[in-house]
């Protein structure tokens, strides 16, 4: 009897060990994005994207779609067009695949994904921390995270020096041939600060703000804002004035279990 409950627990261990190995091999499938270990390319060297005329391609340029249960309208054109928010990049998980509109993505290409703005078309996109303006061409459609206003190549991120942190805050405005770039299209200077987190509960709030206070050499503040009819009361840090400082602040709210703060600009 003995023998045969060894048995039946060795059995068990065995498959225990074989669940383990598929669910790591799960997780390798669903690993985060991210770039090349060493880029084979010399970044320096790659030009900016350069506007011209084409037409609106078939694929990508549908009047409205759906995304996660939300509706979007692709603009009949991107003249006029500016906005400040939150960019992102794509890198080794979407690279070679296709885009929005059947181009295949490479992340050493001036490349975008915007959410509305017809495809093809071109923008300049300033980074707020440091100045840095890359003129890239928008092929694919995202990202589709509320706060986030553009996804840039892999490239297009390096150039602006916003890959180490992930996001960025940045100015994005629509360029055409022959358009000079003089700069941001805003006049005033930005104010960007790193937001830790948002609460319904002004207390969970306030309890994160003085957790935080003092431990990122920031001040922490709580805003208060209505969306959509809901109260919400938001822990921000700063205001940063460098990539430098905001990947600094980045890493200590890491150490405090919020691995992805989010920049809001003022």
């Not at 023998?3 to 060990?17: E, I, K, P, Q």
């Not at 054109?77 to 939150?86: I, K």
């Not at 022959?178 to 790193?194: E, K, S």
Request: aromatic fraction near 8%; charged fraction near 20%.
């Amino acid at each position: 009897m003995a023998d045969l409950r060894r048995l039946a627990l060795l059995a068990l261990l065995a498959l225990l060990g074989l669940l383990a190995a598929g669910l790591a091999a799960c997780g390798a499938v669903v690993e985060r994005d991210g770039g090349p270990a060493t880029s084979p390319v010399d970044i320096a060297a790659i030009p900016d994207a350069v506007p011209k005329y084409e037409p609106r391609t078939r694929a990508g340029n549908a009047p409205s779609y759906h995304v996660l249960g939300r509706t979007y309208r692709v603009s009949a054109d991107s003249s006029g067009y500016h906005q400040r928010g939150v960019a992102s990049w794509y890198g080794n998980k979407f690279h070679g695949k296709a885009t929005a509109n059947g181009e295949r993505y490479d992340m050493y290409a001036m490349t975008a994904a915007h959410k509305t703005l017809p495809i093809p078309s071109y923008v300049e996109v300033t980074n707020l921390l440091n100045g840095r303006r890359v003129v890239v061409r928008i092929n694919d459609r995202g990202p589709f995270v509320d706060d986030r206003i553009i996804d840039l190549s892999y490239v297009a991120a390096a150039k602006l020096d916003m890959l180490t942190i992930g996001t960025a805050p940045v100015e994005v405005r629509a360029v055409g041939p022959g358009d000079t770039l003089p700069g941001p299209a805003f006049a005033r200077p930005a104010t960007v600060w790193i937001q830790a987190g948002a609460f319904t509960d002004q207390g969970n709030a306030e309890r994160l703000r003085l957790r935080l206070d003092g431990a990122a050499g920031a001040a922490v503040r709580v805003d208060h804002a209505e969306v959509n009819g809901r109260q919400f009361f938001k822990v921000r840090l700063g205001p940063v004035a460098s990539t430098a400082e905001a990947d600094r602040v980045a890493r200590v709210l890491a150490g405090y279990g919020i691995p992805e703060p989010l920049f809001i600009v003022d």
